[in-house]
């Protein structure tokens, strides 16, 4: 292989730099004859000076000389590292040139010392095809060795469909007039001759062969006898040629042991020039140290007195800060102790406050939905009853009333639970088309306050049914429809829902409630989420409403992992918007989550209902009242007891086959009755009625051993249901 070239450019140079380029000259051409004497310790000194004197001079050229002949040199004493390193600098400085012939040589020479290593042939490869692509370029008339060094690279990689393309072209460069210092067209013999025998030519892989063969011994080229002889002699073997296979074998072996002598010469030689190149290398570096250490023995004895003033300035000025700093630092710790105290004393204030805030939220839920309780069950009995037939209308706005308080009592709970770490959504399956229909259909009262027209626009891309908490979807959007029918009169409201699949059986949904009513200001939007911010009716000049309803949809996706956009305009309206990421419910999850009870009014139930016998516990006379109304009209047996003690004595006497248990009463509550209950039997079920919120007490509902709970006041179709699921179990493991 070519490895390196140090063929250098002539240059003719301006008068003013004609003593530097002279020094330059004469240190180049040190260098490349003591390379050729093989005086490389004396051939490296000359090339660093290069480097070192054309740096001062800016002469990027003879600083790529000075580079080159340093990679070659220590190539030459078997030190690869340093090799490579300068090789890179050589191209470097070609590169500063815009020189192209420098280029090419810059790419060539990094290549021919990377080539050697597998694992970085492929870098080499693309070196040579650079210096290949300038010299075509260039069409200078020199032999093109990066071609022959690229076919040389492939038959190393056994890519043999590679080589003659790169092969004919360095043929076709080689001028027979021309006096080569390697004879390239030894070169490409061998490697014709190798070409051929990869693609398994031997005719033409001999003929090359042979003809490099000739060529060899006419001028006793050791080195490349070397590389030949041996595979030659093996390709002879195996086309029969024995007698000759072995004459080539005996000169290789003629040559290989001449070879070994002259390396063990040179190896001495080689370690005395790596050795003197080293030394040289390290007086160098200690005449640079001891220069550097005078120079700066020199500039410390100019500065030592300069310096020793200033450190007495600074030392007074230190003491002065140290003082100083020292006093503040008091003052700083003293306010800091008092600060820490402070903090203490506001952390417990926050947290006692917090206990407090808990605690009154539930004390206020029980006490309020105590008589809304009595309430909304005596105006649920009444508008069944025949006798008030014309204060039908008088009943419902009661009813309407009480509702809407209860709505108010939810929304003050709702934000002190959502404020509460331990709050969690559930996971069931609902069908989200009928659940938006069904809050539609709940407008009802505000359709006649306002006579309001809700549109629902719905994309047929959504799944039917879907895994998430129906019950905060309803409460999320009951509050932004009923903020839309607060302020919109006699108008649209619109309620759109898109689908988008965002993976396998994943969707996501996005909610945008619009209405053209009297719009937001932009200075209430700002504050429209915080809690108890109330949004003023610019046509009516008042504020609706208790605050709470947005803060509670904002507070409420943000457990979805969601966010709520407002966009709203004087007089045009207002646009809410949010997106919910939601998984398609299987066939499976709707059966399991599915209650197994269709019709609560069929003949059935009501059959399960009628001659039941089910103990009423409460305290208060009212609600006892409400609930035996209740039961009677099912033709269910009631029975009351005012105090815990009083339904423990009635369960020892009698047969029951459902109890409804108040919480807070005087004397045993519930959980303590139930208790006790317990230990007498184990199956009956019992059912909390309590005004109390079921999230805050659901840990002592299931240790005092009840089997659910309904929050006062409910639904009678809610109140029904929960009592016919539980009978229905009770039933049927009394009968088994």
């Known amino acids: 292989m070519l490895v390196f070239s140090l063929v250098r450019l002539g240059y003719s140079q301006s008068s003013d730099k004609a003593a530097t380029i002279s020094e330059l000259e004469n240190l180049l051409q040190q260098s490349l004859e003591s390379t050729g004497k093989m005086d490389y310790d004396i051939a490296i000194e000359k090339a660093a000076q290069l480097v070192a004197r054309a740096s001062q001079s800016n002469q990027n ?24 390193q300068y090789a890179r600098r050589a191209l470097e400085y070609a590169q500063r040139t815009e020189n192209d012939t420098l280029l090419a040589w810059g790419y060539n020479n990094l290549a021919a010392g990377l080539a050697p290593k597998s694992e970085t042939r492929m870098e080499a490869l693309d070196y040579y095809k650079k210096s290949l ?25 056994k890519r043999f469909d590679q080589m ?43 003929l090359f062969y042979e003809r490099a063969y000739n060529h060899i011994e006419k001028d006793s080229i050791r080195f490349l006898a070397t590389d030949l002889y041996d595979r030659y002699s093996n390709f002879l073997a195996e086309n029969g040629e024995y007698s000759k296979a072995y004459m080539v074998q005996q000169k290789y072996q003629k040559y290989y042991a001449e070879t070994e002598r002259i390396n063990d010469q040179e190896t001495v030689q080689l370690a005395k020039a790596h050795a003197e190149a080293q030394e040289l290398k390290r007086q160098r570096n200690e005449a640079e140290l001891k220069q550097e250490l005078a120079d700066q023995n020199l500039e410390r004895k100019k500065m030592q007195s300069l310096l020793l003033g200033s450190i007495l300035g600074m030392l007074l000025i230190f003491i002065t800060y140290l003082f100083v700093s020292t006093r503040l630092r008091q003052n700083l710790m003293a306010d800091l102790q008092k600060n820490n105290k402070e903090l203490k004393a506001a952390k417990i204030m926050a947290e006692n406050s917090v206990k407090a805030k808990t605690k009154f939220f539930s004390t206020v839920s029980h006490e309020m939905r105590t008589p809304l309780y009595g309430v909304t069950g005596i105006v649920s009995l009444l508008e069944q009853s025949d006798q008030i037939k014309g204060h039908k209308e008088d009943l419902r706005s009661l009813k309407f009333s009480a509702n809407h308080l209860l709505d108010i009592i939810n929304d003050l709970l709702d934000i002190s639970k959502l404020d509460n770490r331990g709050f969690k959504l559930e996971k069931r399956p609902f069908n989200v088309k009928l659940l938006i229909e069904e809050i539609i259909s709940s407008f009802d009262q505000y359709n006649l306050e306002n006579t309001n027209k809700i549109h629902f626009v719905y994309d047929s891309a959504t799944p039917n049914y879907i895994i998430g908490d129906s019950r905060r979807i309803s409460q999320v959007l009951l509050n932004i429809l009923s903020n839309a029918m607060k302020f919109t009169e006699n108008g649209d409201i619109w309620l759109r829902l898109k689908s988008k699949n965002s993976g396998e059986k994943e969707y996501c949904l996005s909610f945008e409630i619009e209405d053209n009513g009297v719009g937001i200001t932009p200075e209430t939007q700002k504050s429209v989420f915080d809690e108890f911010s109330q949004i003023e009716n610019i046509n009516q000049g008042s504020q609706r409403g208790s605050g709470l309803g947005l803060p509670i949809v904002k507070k409420l996706l943000d457990k979805m992992h969601s966010d709520i956009f407002l966009k709203s305009e004087l007089g045009v309206g207002s646009t809410f918007s949010f997106d919910i990421n939601f998984k398609e419910a299987t066939l499976l999850d709707v059966m399991e989550f599915g209650s197994g009870i269709d019709d609560r009014n069929s003949a059935h139930y009501n059959l399960l209902l009628s001659n039941a016998s089910i103990l009423i516990v409460d305290d208060n006379k009212i609600n006892r009242l409400v609930t035996k109304k209740v039961l009677d009209k099912k033709n269910v047996v009631t029975s009351e007891a005012a105090s815990g003690e009083e339904a423990i004595r009635k369960v020892k006497k009698g047969n029951y086959d459902l109890i409804l248990m108040d919480i807070n009463m005087p004397g045993l509550n519930g959980f303590e009755t139930t208790k006790i209950i317990r230990e007498m039997d184990s199956q009956i079920p019992i059912i909390a009625l309590t005004a109390a919120d079921a999230v805050y007490m659901e840990k002592e509902i299931n240790n005092s051993g009840m089997n659910g709970a309904i929050i006062k006041p409910y639904s009678m179709e809610e109140f029904l249901n929960v009592i016919i699921v539980h009978l229905s179990t009770y039933r049927k493991s009394v009968s088994i």
Do not use: C, M
Request: hydrophobic share 35%.
């Open 164 to 206: 003659p393309a790169y092969l004919s072209e360095a043929e076709n460069s080689l001028d027979p007039e021309e006096v080569y210092y390697d004879d390239p067209r030894i070169y490409l013999d061998i490697l014709w001759g190798d070409y051929y025998r990869g693609v398994d030519q031997p005719a033409q892989s001999a």
């Open 61 to 84: 050229d003879y600083i790529f000389y000075g580079y080159n002949l340093l990679s070659v040199n220590h190539i030459q004493i078997q030190d690869s590292v340093p090799s490579l």
């Open 133 to 157: 692509a300038i010299s075509r370029r260039l069409n200078t008339g020199k032999f093109l060795d990066p071609a022959l060094n690229i076919a040389e690279l492939y038959r190393d990689q």
